[in-house]
């Protein structure tokens, strides 16, 4: 152990600001490995928090403006095909409509919506997968079936009713005011065959069945991804040069796709981070290292081993990085609960004791590891070569 202190002496004394600047080195990489670390968690919580939001946009109707079934579809086909890129599906509702009837001397009224729910690709309206294999797995198709493809891309004059439209005193009324026979219903002054039925709400009707003056009265996006801003801004710019005035969306609170993959792949770069910071300071130990080859080469001779050799340079490093990145780690803790704690909502939660003496062991690991092998090859060359100078 005296070699080792006595090398660190030395060093601060004579190597002044290459000590320096290890030192900070080390203290910085403890900020910076802590920092990703909370960052990474913060927006991790922040998506598992609003996921299902993070993924739809709910465009809205301007004040005193109407929008067609026309107009949409215009809209829709116009929107770039990058903008759809991973799209589940578009809902779209209808004008409420209702249906009166006497039942018991009792005049009722019974109010449901139009519905479609339909993707794009390449401009061509077509079925969504997404939600036919939704409803199939959660068994809200209790008879029939859902739309095909070929269906939904020809607007087909088919539907899918509320189960409740067949059973009960509401269906046997129904029947004399919307039901032609129990496969057809009369809607849209057309003819609808009925192909199954569904456990949700609103008569689903395929997107291009409807007439184009029928007025919209809400639709929203599902993506299978989050929702970027460029997404959200090529939806605007198209709704701006489209339907000027039409529609408005909201400024929605999502990443850019740049800051998505950053933060997707921030552990690793934790990591990456840790190794490069020990990578640095190995040349930074290999500057100083070199300047002591003779003095190695003398040790050599007087009889120290190459392991012993090792061993007393590893433990310099160790004795200069531990306790200043444990220096850097007690002193971000109180930056973080008192300043980045109000700047990120959820960063403070995601620190622990196992998760700082886990940072530090990755830290650790990495400076044993590179260090190791780096000291190993070097004092091994450096003692062969200055053997034969001695």
């Not at 095909?81 to 599906?89: S, T």
């Not at 989050?226 to 605007?236: A, E, G, P």
């Not at 002193?331 to 990120?344: D, K, T």
């Amino acid at each position: 152990m005296k070699f080792i202190f006595r090398n660190i002496r030395g060093l601060a004394k004579k190597e002044t600001f290459i000590f320096v600047v290890m030192l900070i080195c080390v203290f910085v990489s403890a900020w910076v490995i802590l920092f990703s670390y909370g960052m990474y968690q913060n927006y991790h919580a922040l998506i598992v928090e609003g996921e299902e939001t993070l993924k739809e946009i709910y465009p809205r109707i301007s004040d005193g403006q109407t929008l067609t079934y026309s107009e949409l579809k215009t809209f829709l086909e116009a929107v770039p095909d990058e903008a759809f890129d991973d799209l589940n599906l578009i809902y779209c509702s209808g004008s409420e409509f209702e249906v009166e009837y006497d039942v018991e001397g009792q005049h009722l009224r019974y109010s449901s919506w139009f519905v479609s729910r339909f993707t794009l690709q390449s401009g061509i309206i077509h079925y969504s997968p997404y939600i036919e294999n939704y409803w199939n797995s959660n068994g809200m198709i209790p008879t029939g079936r859902y739309f095909t493809d070929s269906e939904e891309i020809n607007g087909a004059n088919v539907v899918i009713i509320p189960k409740e439209f067949t059973s009960g005193t509401t269906a046997e009324k129904l029947y004399g005011s919307l039901f032609v026979d129990k496969n057809t219903i009369k809607l849209l002054e057309k003819e609808f065959t009925v192909v199954g039925t569904h456990s949700s709400f609103g008569i689903i009707i395929p997107f291009l069945a409807m007439p184009p003056e029928q007025k919209v009265g809400q639709f929203s996006f599902n993506f299978e991804n989050i929702v970027t801003r460029k997404k959200i801004n090529m939806l605007k710019d198209t709704a701006a040069e489209v339907i000027p005035g039409k529609l408005e969306f909201d400024d929605a609170d999502v990443p850019d796709s740049d800051s998505v993959y950053i933060y997707n792949n921030i552990m690793m770069l934790s990591v990456l981070i840790a190794a490069l910071t020990v990578i640095n300071f190995a040349f930074l130990y290999n500057f100083i290292f070199k300047k002591r080859s003779r003095q190695l080469a003398i040790m050599r001779i007087c009889g120290c081993t190459c392991g012993k050799a090792w061993a007393i340079c590893l433990g310099e490093c160790i004795l200069l990085c531990v306790p200043v990145f444990l220096v850097g780690v007690a002193s971000y803790i109180p930056f973080m609960h008192g300043v980045l704690a109000n700047l990120f909502e959820f960063m403070e939660a995601a620190y622990s004791t196992v998760i700082y003496l886990a940072i530090f062991g990755i830290y650790l690991v990495m400076l044993l590891a590179i260090m190791g092998i780096m000291l190993a090859g070097q004092i091994s060359r450096t003692l062969t070569e200055e053997s034969k100078r001695v």
